[in-house]
């Protein structure tokens, strides 16, 4: 049974100054009992292990600091006191993120993911701890519990608005990686499958990805798979905000509306080609086409 009585005077200033906070004024004299209970237990739980001063939360001792801060959101949570337990947590998770960080930048990933899974259990909504934790899964090579985090903080993104930003983050590098794989699989002729990891990042991360539309047209194209580079390349250039990579796409379509002999179709695309390296080309092949179409 917690103790009710602080045996440990070195702390009564800090209970008293806590207790005494304006924002508390207004609370039920029942809370505030809940929070003196919680506090003079975690305190009598730092006295009879030998802590007589906080000094190791503000010296970088992160591991003197850890056990004791779970047993303050331990009995936080068992009086009641939210706030505490809030704060606790959110603390905690400050500490693991800290000390995963020095793991993380030694390119050490599976302790960082050690270290900020604890601190990702702690406090769930922390997207600090929660974006290094996805992130170290993923440098790792686990793409698939990387993308469950990565996932699980866009979903934040939806919950509340201020989690939009991040949210849009997680999800860029979501796509990021993904698109890694893909390309990976394009290189080793596994197209089909490489198509599937870009339809997934379309249908259910972004849909107006500029890389992921453009890299499955040039794949399509290299391919001589030119049904596909019809039907995929008008969206392609829609989502190029460069000029320079519309401009590709459009060539790419263009392109294969000539290979499948759809000629008006081929110069109407070509026609779009204003920027890049193709520019010069696809007003050569327009020329050409028009000639060709004239000696018949």
Request: hydrophobic share 40%.
């Amino acid at each position: 049974m917690p103790k009710t009585t602080l045996h440990y005077p070195q702390f009564r200033v800090i209970l008293d100054d806590y207790l005494n906070q304006d924002e508390f004024h207004t609370l039920s004299g029942l809370t505030i009992s809940g929070k003196r209970l919680a506090l003079i237990s975690f305190f009598n739980y730092l006295g009879e292990n030998g802590v007589t001063d906080l000094g190791f939360c503000q010296q970088g001792k992160f591991d003197e600091a850890i056990p004791y801060l779970n047993a303050a959101a331990e009995l936080s949570e068992l009086y009641g006191d939210t706030k505490t337990a809030r704060n606790t947590a959110s603390l905690l998770g400050k500490v693991y993120y800290t000390m995963g960080v020095t793991a993380f930048n030694a390119e050490d990933f599976t302790n960082a993911i050690e270290v900020f899974a604890k601190g990702y259990a702690a406090n769930p909504t922390d997207t600090l701890i929660s974006m290094a934790l996805a992130e170290s899964y993923s440098k790792s090579g686990d793409l698939e519990n990387g993308m469950k985090i990565y996932a699980e903080i866009a979903a934040l993104g939806e919950r509340h608005s201020r989690y939009a930003s991040i949210a849009t983050k997680a999800k860029s590098r979501m796509a990021e990686y993904l698109l890694e794989v893909a390309s990976h699989l394009a290189k080793s002729n596994l197209l089909d499958e490489a198509y599937e990891v870009i339809d997934g990042i379309l249908e259910d991360i972004d849909e107006t990805n500029p890389m992921a539309h453009l890299l499955r047209l040039q794949w399509a194209n290299n391919a001589k798979q030119y049904a596909k580079v019809i039907e995929w390349g008008e969206k392609a250039a829609e989502a190029q905000s460069d000029e320079a990579l519309k401009s590709t796409a459009y060539y790419l379509l263009g392109a294969a509306y000539q290979n499948s002999e759809r000629m008006d179709e081929a110069i109407a695309q070509y026609s779009k080609v204003t920027a890049g390296q193709y520019a010069a080309t696809a007003k050569t092949q327009i020329a050409e086409i028009r000639k060709a179409q004239a000696a018949k």
